[in-house]
């Protein structure tokens, strides 16, 4: 699978990059590009995809965008993002305590649920009668390491 990915991003390169002076990243491009993203101290969390984005519609975290604005197809960069600028800080108040009777049968220690409203939680904690759910992103307060290669600038004109 890695290598039919890695083959589909070299030929977005290469088709991109026959003839003239590549695009550069401006209001407005569309943008198709590759992404890994790691979390330090996570052990095994790794996210790696190809994404499309508009340039300047504020698809991606600020700091992203500022730091793609002028790359081109072949372009690579690193960018260190904060838990603030993604999922924002961790928040004390997102835990909630509720009987472990309103849970379903068989839930555990770090299983995701949804609540009435919809929003998910991590149980983090279960005991003989109660469970704690944390209604934070798992990620919300962590920082995290983004590494980005450029495959393709659609010029907004």
Not at 36 to 63: C, D, N
Not at 88 to 94: N, Q
Request: glycine share 10%.
């Amino acid at each position: 699978m890695a290598m039919v990915t890695g083959l589909g991003c070299l030929g977005l390169l290469w088709q991109h990059n026959v003839g003239a002076e590549s695009a550069r990243i401006i209001d407005g491009s569309n943008v198709t590009y590759f992404y890994q993203i790691t979390a330090p101290g996570e052990a095994g969390f790794e996210v790696r995809k190809i994404g499309q984005f508009v340039q300047g519609q504020h698809q991606l975290p600020s700091v992203v965008e500022r730091a793609v604005t002028g790359m081109k197809p072949g372009d690579k960069k690193k960018v260190e993002l904060s838990g603030e600028e993604v999922f924002g800080p961790y928040d004390a108040k997102k835990i909630t305590t509720v009987p472990k009777s309103d849970l379903p049968p068989g839930i555990k220690e770090g299983d995701v649920l949804a609540d009435r409203a919809g929003r998910e939680a991590t149980v983090t904690r279960l005991s003989e009668r109660s469970a704690v759910l944390d209604h934070n992103h798992p990620l919300a307060g962590k920082s995290l390491r983004m590494k980005i290669t450029i495959l393709r600038v659609d010029d907004p004109s």
